[in-house]
């Protein structure tokens, strides 16, 4: 069945250093979304991409999607330790609409 | 603006009792409903959503059912409860299928 997958599963970086997280979907999708789980608590909705190539920012965050809309990435630039949390991709079911998310990539950053 | 609750936020229950885990959407109608389950460290599983008054898709064979009696109002149950049933339950809403979930708070259910 359809996949989406993440890359790393966890990476702990020095406060200021840059990070980045990769989505890889097994099948074109219509839309990316990314989602921020701090720990203990709820994912909360970042952003959605739709086009081809398109690339969005918020602030120290880049989320790019790729040419194909098989993969996705966002990247943080200098971290905090308020950027600390789990990051998740989320792409839609080609059969089903439903969406389907990655396993997530769990960010430590060390003050 | 649209706010979901769920409750409780956290239960520890013995194994082979019943649950009843609630969620409520306000500010908006017919909204797709989810419940979701989080393993300690790992991705979310889709346990079950909804469309509708009384439509419900499950995602997985498991030992929970989901109802939903009320549009902005759903229900995730178990007549038994196993030590695998464990986890962090989600509720989530959106507009339409495909589009941007509005997560609850969670439930931290322990099964012991």
Known sequence: ?111 | SQTIHQWPATLVQPVGSPLSLECTVEGTSNPNLYWYRQAAGRGLQLLFYSVGIGQISSEVPQNLSASRPQDRQFILSSKKLLLSDSGFYLCAWARLTNEKLFFGSGTQLSVL
């Open chain 1, 1 to 111: 069945g359809q996949q989406v997958m993440q890359i790393p599963q966890y990476q702990h970086v020095q406060e200021g250093e840059d990070f980045t997280t990769y989505c890889n979907s097994s099948t074109t999708l219509s839309n990316i979304q990314w989602y921020k789980q701090r720990p203990g608590g709820h994912p909360v909705f970042l952003i959605q991409l739709v086009k081809s190539g398109e690339v969005k920012k918020q602030k120290r965050l880049t989320f790019q999607f790729g040419e194909a809309k098989k993969n996705s990435s966002l990247h943080i630039t200098a971290t905090q330790t308020t950027d600390v949390g789990t990051y998740f991709c989320a792409g839609p079911s080609s059969n089903t609409g439903k969406l389907i998310f990655g396993q997530g990539t769990t960010l430590q950053v060390k003050p």
